[in-house]
């Protein structure tokens, strides 16, 4: 969602302040001390499982070796498919986060599974270095990132875990075993968006580039206009992406581009102000959607256009307070916009209770087996959800249409995916499969959710 600059007054005084209610976002203080683990917008229930941090190597090993019950990984929580709950125990590789060893000639690093991207970033730019790219949170952990295929957008640029040149981990049979151009080459694919089933990543190898700085620019445009223009976009820029606010006929534009220029100063994120103005409209004008169209194109009218410039992982990435869940699908770049014109014209037909905006951003194709981004590039179209709002009609409304258009889905949000879905639309499943049970013989790091999706309930 970015940055949406409407101003207060504009809408308040719009609608009335004197019938306006303060609108407040839900509180999501961390409970997991109290209630167990849980994902960040609490879309999943508190866990019974033990959250077990291990210290080193062997503490894993032993782990993994002796728990009763399932094992699994867990990074900032910040995916909403059933990855993580199991009846074991959940871990944690805060110990595991450091920046191990850096090759500035070679442009790699190597660099502790559970570290943040977030401190990862300034990490690197010590030493001259950067992520390639980013997506527009970077809160998550890096074994988390890159075993859902966490992506950001860019004609040219892949996923993160194309970025990966090797990498470390315990097998759910407890064996060590590192996987890089000089051992086990040929398991790289596997290794690359693994979902966390193949062993537990301790280290990971990534290509980087040289640290550079972004011009960043925001702007908003008729939604027709946009789609229209998107291919151009893509092309000549580094990075493009938009979002499409429903019930408004626009859509706001950003696109970030390399440059020498001098940095200029940052405004303020007004991202979750905006966020929740939207939802404020949708409480108030829901069932009259021609005077919420009115009131927000009013409103975007004010919006002033941001241009800035700034380091990449500073400009690249944004906050988010405000909790939401999330649907996206990757589809094929010529079925993606007819994609995104049938969810739009299904959410403002029957689902007046949606604010947040869509979001497409387009990723190169890689070679990882389970990469959604597999064989080709593909356009990714998210539909997010206020967190305590209702979700399951984007299961059963949603999730229909991006399947029609032959959609992959995130493996880090909301999907049904199963056994013979993933059989039907990737090549390499069987091999994955096979490895996997050769990697880990017994299940210990199966779940109910990837029992399923392996085919395996």
């Known amino acids: 969602m970015r940055e949406y600059h409407m101003k207060r007054r504009t809408l308040l005084a719009a609608m009335g302040a004197s019938v306006m209610t303060p609108v407040q976002a839900k509180d999501m203080t961390d409970q997991a001390a109290e209630t167990g683990w849980q994902n960040w917008s609490r879309s999943i229930a508190p866990q019974k499982a033990d959250i077990v941090v291990p210290q080193d190597v062997a503490t894993l ?6 728990t009763a019950g399932g094992v699994r990984p867990v990074g900032s929580g910040h995916s909403w498919t059933g990855l993580v709950p199991c009846d074991g125990a959940i871990v944690k590789l805060d110990h595991f986060s450091a920046v191990r060893a850096v090759d500035t000639q070679a442009q790699t690093a190597w660099l502790g599974a559970g570290a943040r991207l977030k401190d990862l970033s300034p990490v690197l730019a010590e030493h001259g270095l950067a992520f390639r790219n980013l997506g527009d949170i970077d809160v998550q952990s890096l074994a988390g990132a890159i075993s859902t295929a966490t992506h950001g957008t860019g ?50 190898q990534m290509k980087l580039v040289a ?26 820029n580094r990075n493009f992406e938009f979002f499409y606010l429903p019930f408004s006929g626009q859509a706001m534009c950003i696109t970030h581009n390399i440059t020498e220029a001098e940095a200029a100063p940052r405004a303020s ?15 108030w004008l829901g069932w009259f959607p021609y005077l919420r169209k009115k009131l ?52 403002e037909r ?11 951003r387009m990723t190169a194709g890689d070679k990882a087996w389970l990469s959604p981004f597999n064989a ?21 409304e949603i999730e229909p249409i991006f399947r029609s258009y032959g959609g992959r889905p995130h493996w880090g949000k909301l999907n049904r995916f199963s056994g013979d879905d993933m059989r039907a639309i990737y090549p390499k499943f069987d091999d994955f499969a096979k ?21 395996l309930a």
């Not at 011009?215 to 151009?232: G, I, T």
């Not at 017994?442 to 990837?450: A, E, I, T, V, W």
Request: proline share 6%; with cysteine.
């Open 155 to 204: 004609r040219e640029l892949p996923c993160l875990a194309a970025e990966i040149s090797g990498l470390r981990m315990v097998t759910g049979a407890g064996e060590e075993v590192e996987i890089s151009a000089a051992q086990n080459a040929d398991m790289l694919p596997a290794a690359q968006v693994a979902l966390g089933a193949l062993g537990i990543c301790t280290e990971i």
């Open 350 to 360: 029957y689902r007046r209770d949606v604010f947040f905006p869509f979001e497409c």
């Open 269 to 283: 994120d007004k991202g979750n102000d905006g966020v929740m103005q939207l939802k404020a409209l949708r409480d």
């Open 61 to 66: 090993k032993k782990l993994i070796g002796e």
């Open 435 to 455: 490895l996997r049970a050769e990697f880990d013989p017994k299940g210990r790091l199966l779940n109910p959710y990837l029992r399923n999706l392996f085919g």
């Open 296 to 347: 927000l194109s009013a409103a975007i009218a004010d919006a002033p256009e941001e241009d800035v410039v700034g380091e990449s992982w500073q400009l690249l990435s944004s906050p988010r307070n405000v909790h939401f869940n999330e649907m996206e699908f990757h589809l094929p770049p010529d079925r993606a916009l007819e994609a995104l014109e049938a969810v739009r014209t299904h959410i």
């Open 211 to 236: 640290r550079h700085k972004l011009h960043r620019r925001v702007w908003f445009d008729p939604y027709d206009k946009v789609l229209a223009d998107s291919e151009k976009l893509w092309r000549d």
């Open 376 to 396: 080709g590039p593909r356009i990714s179209i998210a539909v997010h959800t206020h967190a305590p709002d209702e979700y399951e009609f984007l299961f059963t």
